[in-house]
């Protein structure tokens, strides 16, 4: 499999080599988003029919704590054996759960397949950049990353609609049920260029504590989700366990000098982590903002979303047309709309703020978005060798579902500890101040994006 680039200058992901793994690629990513979207909105059924009203949370946290583990070990197993291994067995693990649960009887059942979803699609995603690294060349790889962006948006944009329709009409089975034949085209897709891929060399170091350091971050990101979506009593509690959890395993699941920002690789991966916790902490308020401060119906109050997505996959596209500029810049910048976006959104908190322009900030956050998230996944990979990228990869997905957990969780505190859902504007809005603060910080601390060692 040939890594070099066209003569040209332009990405090459469609010639005769890169169009299967590039559509078997997409195709996978916008199945999880498919499931993503889908799941959520089917969810109130599902467990109605399945008398398990009491257990609403859990089939997202079962989720949840399985992806963070397959995520670690997909990780390992991949700078072991190279991609081949996760890309067979994340599928076809997803498939198994996509069965199960649209089967199911029980919860109980239920569960299990959202465990084997979570497992499935935690490995496929790390082995997907490892591929990427191996498929295609240092300059297309920020079309790439544009690329599997872009796959989020049909998922967002029609995904909650279809997956509503499919429960009133059909089932809510159907949402599972629907996406098993297209994995297999997936990896109908993606299994050829695995069969070319040059042979692996293994990572030697042992990485002693791994697999704790797996349950350790599952259970505790599990744990703050779970305060984060119940905060109130007992369950801060389980909320801090949580932490307590988290603390050592992210010393053996983050490269050395992450928590301090290190220049590098570590500060690309923290910048991940701020970067998805102050977007999505705040964008997990603005409906609640919207209805219960502004009046907005559900359907409103789910447009600013919309076109955030919108805004995230014209960014990305964006960013990967420049691929000589440096991915710095985007970073920064990306940083900087969003930051700008968090602050506009924070007028909307009051009853007197401007909320008829929360689409349009909220569309300038999410392009922050799509412009950084691409670029940080291109310099971790330029950051990281043949031997390493499958635990530089897992790191950052980590960063990621951490921030969002515990900057989510922090926002649910407040808004528990200081307000309510019917009024949270006292919570709200310092809050989202403190998320545009964090978001300058990522901003300034860019600059440390550089130079990308390979420091663990």
Not at 293 to 301: K, L, Q, R
Request: proline residues 7%.
């Amino acid at each position: 499999m040939t890594t070099t680039g066209t003569p040209t200058g332009k990405s090459d992901l469609w010639g005769a080599e890169r169009r299967g793994p590039t559509v078997g690629m997409v195709l996978l990513v916008t199945l999880l988003a498919f499931e993503n979207m889908g799941v959520s909105t089917a969810m109130p059924r599902m467990v109605a029919d399945l008398g398990g009203k009491d257990l609403y949370a859990w089939p997202f946290l079962a989720f949840l704590a399985a992806s963070v583990v397959a995520t670690v070990l997909s990780g390992r197993l991949s700078d072991l054996r190279g991609p081949r291994p996760s890309l067979l067995i994340g599928p076809a693990l997803f498939l198994v759960g996509l069965l199960v649960a649209g089967a199911a009887q029980d919860m109980a059942q239920l569960l299990i397949g959202r465990v084997l979803q979570g497992l499935g699609g935690g490995a496929q995603v790390v082995a997907v950049y490892v591929l990427i690294a191996l498929v295609h060349p240092e300059r297309d790889r920020p079309a790439v990353f544009g690329l599997l962006a872009s796959a989020w948006v049909v998922p967002s944009l029609v995904g909650p609609a279809l997956s509503g329709w499919l429960t009133e009409v059909l089932s809510w089975r159907w949402v599972f049920l629907g996406l098993a034949p297209f994995v297999l085209v997936g990896v109908f897709l993606v299994v050829p260029v695995l069969r070319g891929l040059p042979p692996h060399t293994p990572d030697r170091n042992t990485r002693p504590g791994l697999p704790l350091a797996a349950l350790g971050a599952g259970g505790g990101v599990a744990a703050l989700s779970w305060a984060a979506q119940h905060p109130r009593g007992l369950n801060l509690l389980v909320g801090l366990a949580g932490l307590v959890a988290l603390v050592p395993a992210l010393r053996v699941l983050l490269p050395r000098g992450t928590l301090t920002a290190r220049p590098g690789l570590p500060m690309t991966i923290l910048a991940r982590g701020l970067l998805a916790g102050s977007f999505f902490a705040v964008e997990a308020f603005i409906p609640l903002t919207l209805t219960a401060v502004h009046g907005y119906s559900a359907i409103a109050a789910g447009i600013p979303l919309t076109l955030s997505a919108l805004g995230w996959s014209s960014a990305a596209w964006w960013q990967s047309r420049r691929p000589d500029r440096p991915r710095e810049e985007f970073v920064r910048w990306g940083f900087v709309l969003s930051a700008a976006g968090i602050s506009g959104v924070t007028l909307i908190a009051p009853s007197w703020g401007p909320a008829w322009a929360t689409p349009v900030l909220w569309a300038v956050a999410g392009a922050g978005m799509g412009m950084a998230m691409s670029s940080l996944s291109v310099l971790t990979l330029a950051a990281s060798s043949d031997v390493d990228r499958g635990f530089n990869s897992s790191a950052l997905q980590i960063s990621d579902m951490l921030g969002s957990a515990l900057l989510v969780g922090l926002g649910g505190v407040l808004v528990a500890a200081v307000a309510s859902a019917d009024a949270p504007t006292a919570a709200v809005l310092p809050f989202d101040l403190l998320m545009a603060g964090l978001a300058v910080l990522g901003a300034v601390l860019a600059g440390r994006l550089r130079p990308a060692t390979l420091e663990r």
